[in-house]
C-alpha cells in the first residue's frame, strides 16, 4: 500500500516537508507499514532542478480530483486561498495536516467541524510553537486535568526575533525583516497580532 500526499505551497516550508520526507523515508514507512509518496506539489512556480518538479502543479482540481491522494499538507501561509483549499480537501475526504497560524486562528473552528463531518482529521500542531509537541499531550496525555488557559511565547518567530536582539544587538526592525527574509515570520506583521480561543476540543476534566 502507498500513501499519497499532496503539499500546498513549495516554498521554505513546504519544500522543507518534502525534504524532511526524503530524509526520514525509511523510518516512516517502516512505523506506518506503508510506502509514502508525494504526488503533487501545488506552486505557481516551476522548479526544474528540484527532484520534485515533475509533480508540481498549478491546476488545485487535480489535487482534488486524485482519489488516491489521502493527505494534503496545507504550507501556503496567508488565509486565502490556504482556507478555501483546505476546506475543498476535507469536503473532498482528505486529511488536512497545516503549519498555517493564520487560517488555525480565523477558521480551525470550522475546519476541525467540517473534518468531524467527512470523517477526516484537520491536524494543526506544526502551527503551534514552532512545532513543539503541545496539541496532543494537552488533548490525550493530559485527559485527567482541566486546563483553563495556557500563556507564554508559543511562537518560534518571536524566539527567533528575541535572541537575534539580545544575543547580537539587533534592532527589532533589522531582525523581523532578517526572519521576514528566511521564511520564518510572515511578510504581514499584523499576522502577529491574531488572538482567538484555542479551537482544539479539550476533553480534560480534573
Do not use: W
Request: glycine share 8%; net charge negative.
Amino acid at each position: 500500500m502507498t500513501i499519497k500526499i499532496a503539499i500546498l505551497g513549495f516554498g521554505t516550508i513546504g519544500s522543507g516537508v518534502a525534504e524532511v520526507i526524503d530524509i526520514n523515508r525509511d523510518s516512516i514507512e517502516k512505523q506506518i507499514k506503508s510506502k509514502i509518496e508525494v504526488a503533487h506539489i501545488l506552486d505557481l512556480r516551476e522548479f526544474p532542478d528540484s527532484p520534485y518538479a515533475d509533480v508540481v502543479t498549478s491546476d488545485f482540481e487535480k489535487i482534488i480530483s486524485d482519489k488516491d491522494v489521502k493527505i494534503v499538507i496545507e504550507a501556503m501561509g496567508g488565509a486565502h486561498p490556504a482556507y478555501d483549499f483546505s476546506l475543498a480537501a476535507i469536503n473532498a475526504g482528505k486529511h488536512v495536516v497545516t503549519s498555517n497560524k493564520e487560517v488555525v486562528a480565523k477558521f480551525g473552528k470550522e475546519l476541525l467541524e467540517a473534518a468531524a463531518q467527512n470523517g477526516v482529521r484537520y491536524l494543526f500542531e506544526a502551527s503551534v510553537g514552532g512545532g513543539i509537541p503541545v496539541i496532543r499531550p494537552m488533548s490525550d496525555s493530559l485527559a485527567g486535568n482541566k486546563i483553563v488557559s495556557v500563556q507564554g511565547i508559543l511562537n518560534g518567530t518571536t524566539n527567533y526575533i528575541l535572541t537575534e536582539m539580545a544575543e547580537k544587538g539587533k534592532s527589532f526592525d533589522d531582525a523581523l525583516t532578517e526572519a521576514q527574509q528566511k521564511g520564518y515570520a510572515e511578510r504581514d506583521p499584523e499576522a502577529y497580532l491574531l488572538s482567538v480561543p484555542c479551537p482544539i476540543p479539550l476533553r480534560a476534566t480534573k
